[in-house]
């Protein structure tokens, strides 16, 4: 029951930074957890960061110490800010919403291409 947009991204230098944007229809409070996945071509969609609603975050290995996922729940909008960006962190970036209940319904924005290369 809710429609996401993400956007920002682009191409970058290895070591440079994007700030990834998603958008919601709604109230992002009403979900359980907001979250940024990532998938390139012949892999399998994986999660990067996630934050709930009560403010716990958490992050994929790879990207700790380097992404940070924030939110303004006025903007109904979740970020994710991405520093000391690699090659291999190229990819599709998903911004994705999971709703309360047994079903635990995922909801998906349309996706954002990250390029990261030299």
């Known amino acids: 029951q809710v429609q996401l947009v993400d956007f920002g991204g682009g191409l970058v230098q290895p070591g440079g930074s994007l700030r990834l944007s998603c958008a919601a229809s709604r109230s992002i409070l009403s979900m359980y957890a907001m979250g940024w996945y990532r998938q390139a071509p012949g892999n399998q969609r994986e999660l990067v960061a996630a934050?709930?609603?009560?403010?716990?975050?958490n992050y994929s290995d790879s990207v700790k110490a380097r992404f940070t996922i924030s939110r303004d729940n006025a903007k109904n909008t979740v970020y994710l800010q991405m520093n000391s960006l690699k090659p291999e962190d190229t990819a599709v970036y998903y911004c994705n919403a999971k709703s309360w209940g047994a079903s635990g319904y995922d909801y998906w924005g349309q996706g954002t291409q990250v390029t990261v290369s030299s």
């Open positions: 934050i709930t609603s009560g403010g716990r975050a």
